[in-house]
């Protein structure tokens, strides 16, 4: 058990209380799904292995898989939980430049970012350029078109700069 996720459970108080007892009401159902399929393990780890060079931020983080976040991703601490392929998230390939951009958002709000929206537009353009330096620029668009971007308005490339 993780103690960072624990720590976080605790801290919820009673709204912890709520989402254990959701939890122990869906174990029945969940129990059934059995374990996460070694093949996607592979697979995304192959897919992180090819991607790094657009990440280097990364490397830093233990990356997990869970069936119900899909296309998206989510960050804690030196977590990063992505969705499982084939179950909402169609890919290795998406999976793993999910985590890259979850990493690369982790890294860009430590240089500041002032908003959501800011952070977010600005990881998407750093991991953009960075991407097309590392000669993966069709693949990172593969992983970008699936996402709904509208609200987050003009996305300029970042270039590794903290602003």
Same mark, same amino acid.
């Given at each position: 058990?993780?103690?960072?996720?624990?720590? #976080?459970?605790?801290?919820?108080?009673?709204?912890?209380?709520?989402?254990?007892?959701?939890?122990? *009401?869906?174990?029945?159902? %969940?129990?059934?799904?059995?374990?996460?399929?070694?093949?996607?393990?592979?697979?995304?780890?192959?897919?992180?292995?090819?991607?790094?060079?657009?990440?280097? $931020?990364?490397?830093? %983080?233990?990356?997990?898989?869970?069936?119900?976040?899909? #296309?998206?991703?989510?960050?804690?601490?030196?977590?990063?939980?992505?969705? *499982?392929?084939?179950?909402?998230?169609?890919?290795?390939?998406?999976?793993?430049?999910?985590?890259?951009?979850?990493?690369?958002?982790?890294?860009?709000?430590?240089?500041?970012?002032?908003? %959501? *929206?800011?952070?977010?537009?600005?990881?998407?353009?750093?991991?953009? $350029?960075?991407?097309?330096?590392?000669?993966?620029?069709?693949?990172?668009?593969?992983?970008?078109?699936?996402?709904?971007?509208?609200? #987050?308005?003009?996305?300029?490339?970042?270039?590794?700069?903290?602003?």
């Amino acid at each position: 058990m993780s103690a960072d996720a624990l720590a #976080l459970a605790a801290s919820a108080g009673a709204i912890a209380e709520v989402l254990r007892a959701a939890t122990e *009401l869906e174990l029945p159902a %969940f129990a059934t799904l059995g374990a996460l399929p070694a093949a996607a393990l592979g697979e995304v780890a192959a897919a992180l292995a090819m991607i790094a060079p657009a990440a280097p $931020s990364l490397p830093r %983080f233990e990356v997990w898989l869970a069936r119900p976040l899909g #296309l998206r991703g989510r960050t804690h601490a030196r977590s990063i939980v992505v969705g *499982l392929p084939g179950l909402g998230c169609p890919d290795a390939e998406h999976a793993a430049w999910q985590a890259a951009h979850e990493a690369t958002v982790a890294e860009t709000a430590a240089a500041g970012a002032a908003t %959501f *929206l800011d952070l977010e537009r600005r990881a998407l353009g750093r991991l953009r $350029s960075r991407a097309r330096d590392a000669g993966l620029a069709e693949a990172h668009g593969r992983w970008l078109a699936r996402l709904d971007l509208r609200a #987050l308005g003009e996305i300029v490339d970042g270039h590794d700069s903290p602003e």
